[in-house]
């Protein structure tokens, strides 16, 4: 921290992109690539950064340079992979094919959108275009009456975008912008498209309609009535146009028409998107695992570990993570809440740890997180059951009440994946 | 080969002072305990889970040595320049079926005839995560619910028998650092085992201790 009075320059999406002193003299310029990763300002092929004056940068958001990650509130962000390290909870536009990729972020296009908090960025987006088409349709007036208008616009474009067909459902309610639903791109075939693009233009047209009929000294019943057929407009709109989009992405794909269903598969179609929506300058391997496991990426030299806490009981909490070959490991810590008191005895706080090797008479061979809060020599280590541990991690390739099992094997496994990376990171949840 | 390696192993670590006896093992007819213990998971009917428990029993190693042996994994420890060379025991793969979910739930074997043997297996044993652990976890379950005829054999053996079988007893990672209450009971009728008792939890605290 600069021990003068600064000042911020927050530039493209609020990236914080300049700091000046209290004369306006500049004195740190910041830049990043389009996903969000440092680079120097004077050459952007350079993203050699090693420290800044403040945390803060991309979007306005908190970067964690010790880990190459950023904290986006709602969940962590890694801009080398342009990808979160935890999926996101909703699936806000089933009729967008990007929306089922949920580890992306801001729909694959950082360039149009940003995350605010890792999870609704399709509401704001909603709001903001509901609300300005609303009030272009009517009038465009610069008054409190338009602002009524801006303001009925975005709640219906909130409320349509969070019921799951975006931000373009809000012109199909409105039935004057029927055609941007089509941006909505899915592999889904015409049918779910239509329901998609069918329910949120209904809902929309529904708020939007009896909104503005009130707001122009109509009573409550007429209002409703405009809102209704406001409501089929929108309905049948964004059906057709929801159905037609739907219908032309699945052929792209090779799939059926009407069904979605075909050679390609909806999530096969997917998922080539995905892979091929990489940088370009890297080799990632995807894997799925069978159960619990977040998908997750991989690269030669840096290893990122995704466990999900998913069983807990009253002596232990088990998470579940992939190894590279697919199959599940697991982790047995002790039971919750997550506590940062030493020698609490219960299990860590949730976050992201980089772990490295660990070498100790108890436990010669093993691994360590390291910054775990309030917390000091969490290993992982092996051991089977809830007595083995006051906090560290057992790993394990099986799991059942209060166990896991093979747990020296998942250690030799663990051990083998750190000796092959120059970093490896732990991100529990 | 991989016994080979198992038994030089072994031969090593003995030399190296741990108390592992030089034993032999190979009486233990490994194809005939997966085939028994594949038979019990079938449970196919009483009378033949009786006969394959019993069965299984009788071929299940009586001693730490030959468990070890045939149950666990050797490696050659982390570095960061070598890979780990591993070698698995030959029922490594069926460490827990075999442990945690047969031998340990025996219930068809005489009480008697397990304890005898749990204490066998337990005299010079050390704490390990997996097949060690697996059996631990029973040996303590056995003792828990079968406390006075289980202390009676127990003091039937002679002091540095005991000693060892205690240490095994409460060997392992994070140990507790009271004994159970349950054992409060050999203060009175044994009272020379609970000087035995809380010796070799102290000497476990030791070993653990950061």
């Known amino acids: ?429 | 080969m991989k016994l080979i390696v198992a038994i030089f192993f072994h031969a090593f670590i003995s030399f190296t002072g741990n108390e592992i006896i030089s034993q032999d093992c190979s009486n233990y007819d490994v194809n005939k305990l997966i085939h028994y213990g594949n038979k019990i998971v079938e449970q196919q009917n009483a009378d033949s889970l009786l006969l394959y428990s019993e069965l299984f029993f009788e071929q299940f190693p009586d001693n730490f040595n030959c468990f070890h042996l045939y149950y666990s994994i050797y490696d050659s420890g982390y570095n960061n320049q070598s890979p780990i060379i591993k070698t698995h025991g030959d029922l490594y793969d069926y460490a827990f079926q075999h442990i945690a979910k047969i031998y340990n739930n025996l219930s068809v074997i005489e009480t008697e005839k397990r304890i005898e043997m749990a204490i066998q297996i337990s005299l010079g044993g050390y704490w390990e995560a997996d097949a060690v652990s697996y059996f631990q976890f029973g040996l303590r379950s056995l003792l828990e619910k079968n406390t006075e005829l289980f202390l009676k054999i127990l003091n039937s053996l002679n002091q540095e028998e005991q000693r060892s079988f205690w240490f095994f007893y409460f060997d392992g990672p994070n140990p507790s650092l009271s004994t159970p209450k349950f054992l409060n009971i050999v203060k009175y009728e044994y009272p020379l085992m609970f000087e035995i008792i809380l010796s070799s939890h102290q000497n476990v605290l030791n070993k653990w201790k950061d």
């Not at chain 1, 699936?91 to 094919?97: E, L």
């Not at chain 1, 609490?344 to 090797?357: A, F, H, P, T, W």
Request: glycine residues 16%; neutral net charge; hydrophobic residues 35%.
């Open chain 1, 1 to 429: 921290m600069a021990s003068a009075l600064s000042f911020s320059v927050n530039y493209s999406f609020s990236s914080l992109t300049a700091i000046s002193d209290a004369s306006g003299n500049l004195v740190e310029s910041l830049s990043y690539d389009p996903w969000g990763r440092r680079r120097k300002p004077g050459n952007w092929n350079d993203y050699n950064v090693t420290s800044t004056m403040f945390d803060r940068g991309f979007t306005g958001h908190e970067h964690l340079p010790q880990f190459g990650l950023i904290n986006m509130n709602g969940r962590v962000y890694d801009p080398f992979l342009a990808r979160f390290l935890s999926p996101d909870p909703y699936v806000q536009a089933p009729d967008y094919s990007q929306n089922f990729n949920r580890y992306s972020y801001a729909f694959n296009n950082p360039l149009k959108y940003t995350d605010p908090d890792g999870e609704w960025v399709h509401l704001v987006v909603g709001a903001v275009i509901g609300g300005f088409v609303n009030w272009a349709a009517n009038g465009a007036e610069f008054s409190a009456k338009g602002l009524g208008h801006f303001g009925v616009g975005a709640l219906a474009g909130a409320l349509g975008a969070g019921i799951g067909a975006g931000f373009g459902t809000l012109a199909a309610g409105s039935g004057s912008f029927g055609f941007m639903v089509s941006q909505g791109l899915t592999a889904s075939g015409f049918g779910a498209g239509a329901a998609a693009g069918a329910g949120a233009g209904f809902s929309s047209g529904l708020v939007t309609g009896a909104g503005n009929s009130l707001l122009n000294g109509e009573d409550f019943s007429s209002a409703l009535s405009e809102g209704l057929r406001s409501a089929s407009i929108g309905g049948i709109t964004g059906g057709l146009t929801g159905g037609i989009s739907g219908g032309i992405r699945a052929t792209k794909f090779g799939n059926d028409f009407w069904s979605g269903n075909g050679a390609g598969g909806r999530y096969g179609a997917i998922l080539s998107y995905e892979r091929a929506s990489l940088p370009s300058n890297s080799s990632y391997i995807s894997y799925q695992c069978r159960n619990f496991c977040p998908s997750k990426l991989i690269e030669p030299d840096r290893y990122y570990l995704n466990a999900e806490r998913f069983v807990e009981t009253e002596n232990s909490t088990i998470s579940n993570f992939c190894f590279p070959d697919g199959t599940d490991g697991y982790f047995l810590e002790p039971s919750g809440p997550s506590s940062r008191i030493e020698g609490s005895g219960l299990r860590i706080s949730s976050g992201v740890y980089e772990v490295g090797s660990h070498n100790s008479t108890k436990f010669p061979n093993s691994l360590i997180l390291k910054g775990v809060p309030g917390r000091s020599a969490i290993l992982m280590h092996p051991g089977n059951y809830p007595c083995h541990t006051s906090g560290c991690l057992l790993p394990g390739l099986g799991y059942g009440t209060d166990q896991v099992n093979n747990s020296r094997d998942a250690l030799n496994l663990l051990l083998e994946l750190h000796r092959n990376s120059t970093k490896m990171i732990l991100n529990i949840n």
